[in-house]
């Protein structure tokens, strides 16, 4: 089965988008090959196309999906990229599949064509098993993206109520605007995360913007964080309501995209 790939390289930062396509292609499974779709030469030699973030893409793609089956992954709630492209995808793809079911309610456009909700994958493992050390844990910590609609205000609005000090991990142009009792700790590597979720007692995210997933909520949750988390974050869904969901969800990804091929 060749599957072909498109997905717009990464920017600057590599946030969730950036990690969820990691983790996809990580978990390939066997007799399935990737061919990389990027926009400048989209193959035509393929069994189904996989479209991820596609911002570069442009309507002059449609002929060629037309003739084969399309899985459309939506990762956000896709503000960006060609109007008739997009058209297209959420009435002819063979499959879109959403992050959580706050995203279909909070999508801007109607969707025609089948849905299905799939977490974005995480390796629940890892941090499971940093939160299984046994290390004394204290304080607050809010880790990601430093941009608009992440709840910086709302954070900081929370921390002087509580009166206690957050630390702040993460990336991004909003990193001056900190102020006390945000405390900017600087940027973290993504494998050093677990071990940094492991040492605090709470894990703050109270985004004012939908986040239709929101990978750090998943990961603080595994790795047994105390959890203050508004109902703007999509993993909620799944963390109450389906949780054995969030531990198979690349298989699951997999699994939808080679019965959409057939």
């Not at 109607?110 to 977490?119: L, N, Q, S, T």
């Not at 630390?167 to 990193?175: I, M």
Request: glycine fraction near 8%; charged fraction near 25%; aromatic fraction near 10%.
């Amino acid at each position: 089965m060749k599957v072909g790939w498109l997905y717009d390289h990464p920017g600057q930062y590599a946030g969730g988008a950036e990690l969820e396509v990691m983790e996809l292609l990580d978990a390939v499974p066997e007799g399935v090959e990737i061919v990389q779709c990027p926009p400048e030469k989209v193959s035509a030699d393929v069994d189904v196309y996989v479209i991820h973030n596609c911002v570069s893409y442009g309507r002059s793609l449609l002929p060629l999906l037309a003739d084969k089956p399309v899985v459309k992954r939506v990762h956000d709630v896709w503000p960006h990229g060609d109007g008739d492209l997009r058209r297209w995808l959420l009435t002819h793809a063979r499959l879109v599949l959403l992050s959580s079911p706050i995203q279909h309610e909070e999508m801007p456009w109607r969707i025609d064509a089948p849905v299905e909700y799939v977490p974005s994958p995480v390796d629940i493992g890892r941090f499971r098993r940093a939160g299984m050390t046994g290390s004394k844990r204290a304080g607050t910590v809010w880790l990601g993206r430093l941009t608009s609609g992440k709840g910086l205000e709302q954070a900081h609005r929370w921390a002087v109520e509580q009166g206690c000090r957050v630390d702040v991990y993460g990336f991004g142009p909003l990193r001056d605007a900190i102020r006390p009792p945000l405390i900017y700790c600087g940027p973290v590597t993504y494998l050093a995360v677990p071990k940094l979720l492991a040492r605090y007692e709470r894990f703050l995210f109270l985004p004012d913007a939908v986040e239709p997933f929101g990978r750090t909520v998943v990961e603080a949750w595994a790795a047994g964080c105390e959890m203050i988390v508004n109902h703007n974050v999509g993993a909620l869904w799944w963390i109450e309501r389906d949780p054995a969901a969030l531990d198979d969800a690349a298989d699951r990804f997999w699994r939808l995209v080679l019965e959409a091929a057939r």
